[in-house]
């Protein structure tokens, strides 16, 4: 079975510049999350999808960060314009409806200089 | 406030030697409880979880963590460490429908 897969493994990119990550789930996995993990930090939720619409993104900055997930299945987020202390590892996961525990990627580690 | 503690920041341990590793959470709610493996560079892998019934579970790579609904805790722990056990473990707490609170997560070190 295919994990969970993300592009680009690295970014590094100047503030005020606009990124955009890929994912893509599982196959057959209703669910995706993306995380952010500042170094040091445990990942947090930025954003939880349910096939393709959305269930939580509270804790999105919504007025620089943005994410989609078109059809239900692949997404990306996007940040426009970076700021330095958005320098993290950016993790997707997904889940599939009967399981309780979600599959990450790898991350995309993105640095802003 | 939903939280999860993990005090030890950084722990060094000898290769053989037991280990165990510390959780606490705050939550309002039954709690499903979790603990992720993460090695450099690399994303989460799930070693264990927790929902109900036995408090004692088993996971993968040979670990083991106990749920005590008394202290809040939910310990990791492993008779004898491999070098390949390297690596930084986050404890995560969630509902059914996951929407997981990680801990700041402990970085392991083993020596030969």
């Known amino acids: 079975e295919a994990g969970v897969a993300q592009s680009p493994r690295y970014k590094i990119i100047e503030k005020r510049q606009s990124v955009a990550f890929w994912c893509n789930p599982i196959?057959?996995?209703?669910?995706l999350y993306w995380y952010q993990q500042i170094l040091g930090q445990g990942p947090k939720l930025l954003i939880q999808?349910?096939?393709?619409?959305?269930?939580?993104d509270s804790q999105l900055p919504k007025d620089r960060f943005s994410a989609e997930r078109l059809k239900g299945v692949d997404s990306t987020l996007k940040i426009q314009p970076a700021k330095l202390e958005d320098s993290a590892v950016y993790l997707c996961?997904?889940?599939?409806?009967?399981?309780?525990?979600?599959?990450f990627g790898q991350g995309t580690r993105l640095t802003v200089v | 406030a939903q939280s999860v503690t993990q005090p030890d920041i950084h722990i060094t341990v000898s290769e053989g030697a037991s280990l165990e590793l510390r959780c606490n959470y705050s939550?309002?709610?039954?709690?499903?409880l979790f603990w992720y493996v993460q090695s450099p560079g690399q994303g989460l892998q799930l070693l264990l979880k927790?929902?109900?019934?036995?408090?004692l579970v088993q996971g993968i790579k040979g670990f083991e963590a106990e749920f005590k609904r008394s202290q809040s805790s939910f310990n990791l722990r492993k008779p004898s460490v491999h070098w390949s056990d390297a690596a930084e473990y986050f404890c995560?707490?969630?509902?059914?429908?996951?929407?997981?609170?990680f801990g700041t997560g402990t970085r392991l070190q083993v020596f030969p």
């Open positions: 996961a997904s889940r599939s409806n009967t399981a309780t525990e979600a599959f």
């Open positions: 196959s057959g996995h209703a669910t």
């Open positions: 999808f349910q096939n393709n619409g959305v269930v939580d």
């Open positions: 939550y309002g709610a039954t709690p499903y």
């Open positions: 927790y929902f109900s019934g036995d408090t």
């Open positions: 995560a707490v969630g509902a059914y429908q996951p929407k997981l609170i």
